[in-house]
C-alpha cells in the first residue's frame, strides 16, 4: 500500500482498501508513531509486524532519522511534523517515542484529535499534567496506555503468579539495583529515567498503596542527579527500596524479594536463569524468643521456574491493539501511569530535602 498526503492533512489509500485489512483480513488499528530514536525503532517494528495493526506514518524532525525510516519501511508515510499526523483522519492510534518534556503536549493534541495514545514512560512530567490527560481521554472515550514494558515480561509475570498464588508468603520488601555507566540524559536526572522500571513494576506487584517515600541524591557531572536510593513505604511494614546510577562501572539488573515463606532473586542480565526462588526464612516460634533472640533459620531448595519467551514489546503492543479493537482498559492506564509520576515527585521532592519523609 502506498499513501500521499493531501493538503487537508489526510493520508489517502491508493490502494483499493488494503490498509483496512492484513494478514487474516480482519480490520486493524492503524497507528501514527512519533519519534524514531532509541526505542522509537522497536515500536514501528512491531507494529508494523503484528496482524492487527498496520503502521500508516512516522514523524521524526530529524533527516536522518526520516531517511533511515523510509529506507527500512517505504510503505510508510514520513513527516517531519506531528500536526501532519495528528490531523490524519486516516490514524487510529498515535504512539509517543519522545522526551518526557514532550509528553504533555503530543498526548494532549492526540486526544483532541480523536487519537488512542501509547506513550514512552515516564508518562508525564508531572502528575497535574497526568490528571488533565486521563480526564480527556474520559470525556472522549480513547484509550491510553503508558509503556511500563517490564510488566509484559515473563520474569514480571511469573513473579507476579507466585505472588498471586502466596508462593513467598507474606511480603516484607522489595530490593532493586538497577545501575550502568550512562547514559546520561539532558533533560532529566537518574530517579526519571531509570526508576520508573522499578516504580512500575511496584505499583503493579504490591498490592498496597504507598504511604510516604524517602530519597536522597547527587548531582556530579552536570545539574542532574547522577545517583539515588528511593525508599518506599507501604501499610503492613512492606518496604521499597530503589538504587539507580548511572555512575557504575558495571551493569547491574538485580532485584531480591523477601517473603515470609521464601525469597526471590532476579538477575535480568541472567541469559537462562532469571528467576531463583530460595526456600530460606527466618522465624520466631514464640514470644520469648522474640525478647531474647531466638530466631530459627530455615534454609531449602532452590529452584528456578521456567519463563515465557517473549519479546516484552510485542505482546504489550498487540494488548493495546486487543485493548483498543474489543473496547478494554488497559491495565497499564493513564492512572497507572499517574501513579508511578506522583512517586517520581515524591522522590525528588524527597532529595532537595536531603531525604526528609514526603507522606503520599
Known sequence: MSTVLQPAGQFVEQASNESMHKGSGESVVKFGVVGYGYWGPNVVRNLDQLDGSTVVAVCDKSPTARKRIHKSYPHVKVVSETAELMSSADIDAVAIV????????LTKAALQNGKHVFVEKPFTSDSAQAEELINLAEKKHLKIMVDHTFLFTGAVKKIGQLLDEGALGKIYYYDSTRVNLGLFQHDVN???????????????????????????????LNSHEDIAFITVYFPHKIIAHINVNWLSPVKVRTTLIGGEKKMLVWNDLEADEKIKVYDKGVHISSPEGVRNLLVNYRSGDMWSPQLEQIEALKQELAYFVDCISNNHAPFNDGAAGLRVVKLLEAANESVRKRGALVHL
Open 98 to 105: 519522545t522526551p518526557v518534556w514532550t509528553h504533555f503536549e
Open 190 to 220: 537518574v530517579i526519571w529515567d531509570l526508576a520508573p522500571h522499578d516504580l512500575s513494576i511496584i505499583d503493579h506487584l504490591i498490592k498496597e498503596t504507598p504511604e510516604a517515600v524517602s530519597a536522597t541524591g547527587q548531582t556530579h
